[in-house]
């Protein structure tokens, strides 16, 4: 039985849904992991990372970004012009890469300065250090704490250590049940498919935690009681690189003969893997910036962080008891060209067999595509 067409899960395959449409809090779109969502939740905004799923060209886009840019952020904008994000009431942008850190004054020149939008929409920038070091550490948490005040000011609300105490287990509990989850693709007869698990990481990054939760719950009890997939004839697929926001992606790879049994994407296991440290002496502010600035696996964005990514990349490998390993990256997204020629070279020591490819975020040439992962599906042995 196939969960694609669970009510929660489909959320995964559009923009908008029906819990944010129906909420009266003011609802917040971002571009990355750095942010920190659990200071977001304690302004009472509902935060909902920018996606471009559906979107299938980006003629509007190209007007104002350069067809170097990467299509998952010329996407985004594409749809931002066409309206689709004008239930935003506030953006957040990083500088987690070039590409996405532009869309700070694009918003604001372009988007929101479209004929016809009249609303006011917020908007806030981080800076992040490229490299983990303890001065690094501090200016992210400078950072942060002037989003704090900026987030008071502009919304108009007061964010005390209680409340952001109270997210930060909203939020870990969170983590913890898709943790659940995302083990049970380990199994030699995984409970879920890697479409599923994707579907269930962008749906829960595009509704509010309280909801997410009581839908991880019950989602979680269906995995456990469903018999372990049929994967006698596919091969185990460990996927890593550029952001991934449609299923339709997964499903090419799936249905050409493998088994998605984990990743190291955007929407996937990089962002439930650490906790935020709730026995610790410090302010939760200064857990909060912790979490994000050293999470391990970090985004290629940190330098002198490969190492790391490495070992995880390797653990999952072996935890997972993987086939074969899928890098993929989008065109001219140099941190994970980068990142995936360095797994290409470092993997083979460990003679797992290796595919590296590049993509656009929409696929227009799905044949191509399916014939060449078909390909390397049948090498493994
Ligand atoms: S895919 Fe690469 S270039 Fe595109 S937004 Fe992500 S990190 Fe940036």
Request: proline share 4%; no cysteine.
């Given at each position: 039985m196939q969960l694609r067409d669970d009510p929660f899960l489909s959320i995964a395959n559009k923009i908008p849904n029906k819990y944010i449409e129906n909420n009266k809090r003011n609802i917040v779109g971002y571009y990355c992991t750095y942010i920190p969502e659990e200071l977001l939740e304690a302004a009472d905004l509902i935060p909902f990372r920018i996606r471009a799923t559906g979107?299938?060209?980006?003629n509007k886009a190209d007007t104002y970004m350069v067809r170097f840019t990467c299509s998952f952020v010329r996407s985004t904008l594409n749809l931002a012009l066409d309206g689709v994000y004008d239930f935003l009431d506030g953006l957040f942008v990083c500088n987690s890469c070039d590409h996405s850190r532009r869309m700070f004054e694009i918003f604001d020149m372009v988007v929101f300065k479209r004929e016809g939008f009249n609303k006011n929409v917020p908007r806030f920038y981080i800076a992040i250090p490229h490299i983990l070091t303890e001065e690094g550490y501090q200016w992210f948490y400078g950072e942060i704490s002037e989003l704090k005040n900026n987030l008071e000011k502009v919304y108009n609300v007061k964010i005390s250590d209680d409340k952001l105490n109270d997210t930060i287990k909203l939020y870990n509990r969170n983590r913890k049940l898709m943790r659940e989850i995302y083990e049970l693709?380990?199994?030699?007869?995984?409970?879920?498919t890697g479409t599923e698990a994707l579907q269930l990481a962008i749906a829960n990054s595009s509704v509010p935690k309280e909801i997410a939760n009581r839908e991880l719950e019950r989602l979680l009890g269906i995995f456990r009681e469903r018999e372990g997939l049929n994967i006698d004839d596919k091969k185990r697929i460990l996927l890593i690189g550029s952001v991934v926001d449609n299923a339709k992606f997964t499903e090419l790879v799936e249905s050409s003969?493998?088994?998605?049994?984990?990743d190291n994407l955007c929407f996937g296991k990089k962002t439930i893997m650490e906790d935020i440290d709730s026995?610790?002496?410090?302010?939760p502010l200064e857990r909060i910036a912790k979490r994000l600035y050293y999470r391990n696996p970090s985004c290629p964005r940190s330098m002198d962080d490969h190492k790391r990514r490495l070992e995880f990349v390797k653990n999952q490998i072996k935890i997972a008891n993987v086939d074969g390993v899928l890098l993929q990256r989008i065109t001219n997204c140099d941190l994970h060209g980068c990142d995936n020629m360095l797994f290409e070279h470092e993997l083979k020591e460990l003679d797992v067999p290796v595919f590296n490819i590049d993509r656009e975020n929409f696929q227009s040439d799905y044949t191509r595509f399916q014939t060449r992962i078909e390909a390397f599906l049948e090498m493994i042995r």
């Open positions: 979107n299938e060209d980006t693709r380990n199994l030699n007869h995984p409970k879920l003969g493998a088994i998605i049994v984990s026995n610790s002496s410090k302010s």
